[in-house]
């Protein structure tokens, strides 16, 4: 079974900063590609970032490069987004979410440079987590 549970999450002043943590569990095979997405009441649900279990590559939204960082532990077991220079349009809810290996393909034009993440790449999902940036 393909468990993810986020934690990490808060209130925190503009300009802080906050490190969501996604730990996993399953089989190994269901964790080829970790994202977090954010979904803010009124608006669309939004991929913020992810990364490639296996290599490590990353992809960021314009919006939160050089803001955000996305890596994971030694055993790709718990998948972290450093969150920095927090602005309070970073509000929202935000959800650890896996894609497996059967869904390698759908990233190739993420990891290109010209593709953006969408919901359906993804197999399994956490409960999410509030984070909340006063002004």
């Known amino acids: 079974q393909v468990r993810l549970v986020e934690s990490g999450g808060g209130l925190v002043q503009s300009g802080g900063s906050l490190t969501l943590s996604c730990e996993t569990s399953?089989?190994?095979?269901?964790?080829?590609?970790i994202a977090w997405f954010r979904q803010t009441p009124g608006k669309e649900s939004e991929g913020v970032s992810c990364?490639?279990?296996?290599?490590?590559?990353?992809y960021y939204i314009d919006d939160v490069k050089g803001r955000f960082t996305m890596y994971r532990n030694v055993g790709g077991t718990t998948f972290f987004l450093q969150m920095g220079s927090l602005k309070p349009e970073d509000t929202s809810i935000y959800y650890c979410?896996?894609?497996?290996?059967?869904?390698?393909?759908?990233?190739?034009?993420?990891?290109?440079?010209?593709?953006?993440?969408?919901?359906?790449?993804?197999?399994?999902w956490g409960r999410g987590i509030q984070v909340t940036v006063s002004s």
């Open positions: 979410a896996s894609a497996d290996v059967g869904s390698h393909y759908k990233f190739r034009a993420v990891w290109m440079g010209s593709g953006n993440l969408s919901k359906d790449m993804f197999n399994a």
């Open positions: 399953g089989p190994a095979t269901s964790f080829l590609v």
């Open positions: 990364i490639r279990n296996a290599g490590g590559q990353t």
